[in-house]
């Protein structure tokens, strides 16, 4: 039976609701108008600021949890569309793949099943707020099976690098800048210490490659004429090894001469294995470090990751009508014969 959803109409609305994070409020409430019409019962779970998770279920024990983010990184870019792709902010990340989970779950409910439900969280992008408070939920507790949904090109990833960002800050003395010596400049500290950061070799792994870091900000200074008294980087390490040998690498490179600040630190995670689906490791980090008590983790999801956070971010039409059928299948998969699961966190 086909689902009662229009995945494509679905997916241009939400791409229409501007949700980069900290500003999920409409898109959430949407959402969970969407649901409660479709005759599920929705919570909104708030995280902060008028900002909440949407959590969805058909009344029945929730088994297997569909979930993926509401949030998307700046800026707003409107919808549009050809014959082979949607286009705009959020059509491949993620919501595409909120579009083409509700079209599963719909499919399924019109089969009779029933022990499903819909997680959708904010903040993904930043420090995954939502996710880490919806990992108390109480309705976690009856979960078996988490798939989550991030653009892995509809392959089934049985392994996400770590993630560690950290931000290192340089204290130095302000002057004239025709007196430098009267001064102490913080942004060259700051170089110093980061040309040394760029010289670690990084460990690597057989399964999930190597250890890349990223030196994403950098800030410091008031005046060009005016010597430097605070500079600060923040860095983003993928990890493909664990986070303690990491940091030790990291804080020998330093050596003292920076302040260390530890954001956020998770190490490589290793998914469940589905047979008969394609399978891949991706670089990305997702929410599912943080939703530990939801049961075993999946993750799969239409689109590339490679579209994700650029300017022309698509998703192919075929992706997201294969998204709805390999949803369903996996669920009732999981639901019925769990034989070719293998793996788990």
């Given at each position: 039976?086909?689902?009662?959803?229009?995945?494509?109409?679905?997916?241009?609305?939400?791409?229409?609701?501007?949700?980069?994070?900290?500003?999920?409020?409409?898109?959430?409430?949407?959402?969970?108008?969407?649901?409660?019409?479709?005759?599920?019962?929705?919570?909104?779970?708030?995280?902060?600021?008028?900002?909440?998770?949407?959590?969805?279920?058909?009344?029945?024990?929730?088994?297997?949890?569909?979930?993926?983010?509401?949030?998307?990184?700046?800026?707003?870019?409107?919808?549009?569309?050809?014959?082979?792709?949607?286009?705009?902010?959020?059509?491949?990340?993620?919501?595409?793949?909120?579009?083409?989970?509700?079209?599963?779950?719909?499919?399924?409910?019109?089969?009779?099943?029933?022990?499903?439900?819909?997680?959708?969280?904010?903040?993904?992008?930043?420090?995954?707020?939502?996710?880490?408070?919806?990992?108390?939920?109480?309705?976690?507790?009856?979960?078996?099976?988490?798939?989550?949904?991030?653009?892995?090109?509809?392959?089934?990833?049985?392994?996400?690098?770590?993630?560690?960002?950290?931000?290192?800050?340089?204290?130095?003395?302000?002057?004239?800048?025709?007196?430098?010596?009267?001064?102490?400049?913080?942004?060259?500290?700051?170089?110093?210490?980061?040309?040394?950061?760029?010289?670690?070799?990084?460990?690597?792994?057989?399964?999930?490659?190597?250890?890349?870091?990223?030196?994403?900000?950098?800030?410091?200074?008031?005046?060009?004429?005016?010597?430097?008294?605070?500079?600060?980087?923040?860095?983003?390490?993928?990890?493909?090894?664990?986070?303690?040998?990491?940091?030790?690498?990291?804080?020998?490179?330093?050596?003292?001469?920076?302040?260390?600040?530890?954001?956020?630190?998770?190490?490589?995670?290793?998914?469940?294995?589905?047979?008969?689906?394609?399978?891949?490791?991706?670089?990305?980090?997702?929410?599912?470090p943080y939703l530990t008590n939801w049961g075993k983790a999946l993750l799969i999801g239409p689109g590339s990751i490679l579209d994700a956070h650029t300017e022309h971010e698509r998703v192919a039409k075929s992706e997201l009508l294969r998204a709805v059928?390999?949803?369903?299948?996996?669920?009732?998969?999981?639901?019925?014969?769990?034989?070719?699961?293998?793996?788990?966190?």
């Open positions: 039976m086909a689902s009662s959803v229009d995945v494509f109409k679905l997916t241009r609305e939400l791409i229409d609701v501007p949700s980069v994070t900290g500003g999920e409020f409409e898109v959430g409430n949407s959402l969970a108008e969407l649901l409660s019409r479709l005759g599920y019962q929705v919570e909104l779970q708030e995280v902060a600021d008028d900002r909440a998770n949407v959590i969805a279920t058909t009344g029945a024990p929730a088994r297997v949890v569909l979930s993926t983010h509401m949030d998307t990184v700046p800026p707003f870019i409107a919808s549009s569309e050809d014959e082979e792709f949607i286009y705009g902010r959020g059509a491949c990340d993620a919501k595409g793949i909120i579009a083409a989970q509700i079209a599963a779950a719909e499919k399924l409910r019109a089969e009779g099943v029933s022990e499903i439900g819909l997680l959708f969280t904010v903040d993904e992008e930043v420090t995954s707020a939502g996710a880490k408070l919806a990992n108390a939920h109480p309705l976690a507790s009856t979960c078996e099976y988490l798939i989550n949904g991030e653009p892995t090109d509809n392959r089934l990833a049985v392994g996400t690098k770590g993630s560690l960002q950290v931000t290192i800050t340089a204290a130095g003395r302000a002057a004239h800048s025709a007196y430098p010596e009267q001064g102490d400049s913080a942004i060259e500290k700051l170089l110093d210490v980061l040309a040394d950061i760029r010289r670690i070799e990084w460990p690597a792994d057989e399964v999930f490659g190597d250890t890349t870091c990223n030196i994403g900000v950098i800030s410091g200074g008031t005046r060009a004429n005016v010597i430097p008294d605070a500079a600060q980087t923040t860095l983003q390490i993928r990890l493909a090894a664990g986070a303690g040998d990491v940091k030790g690498l990291l804080e020998n490179a330093v050596a003292g001469r920076a302040g260390l600040d530890y954001k956020s630190t998770h190490n490589p995670v290793r998914l469940v294995a589905l047979d008969g689906f394609e399978q891949t490791i991706v670089r990305f980090t997702t929410d599912i059928e390999i949803y369903t299948e996996m669920i009732r998969r999981l639901l019925g014969d769990e034989r070719g699961v293998e793996g788990t966190r």
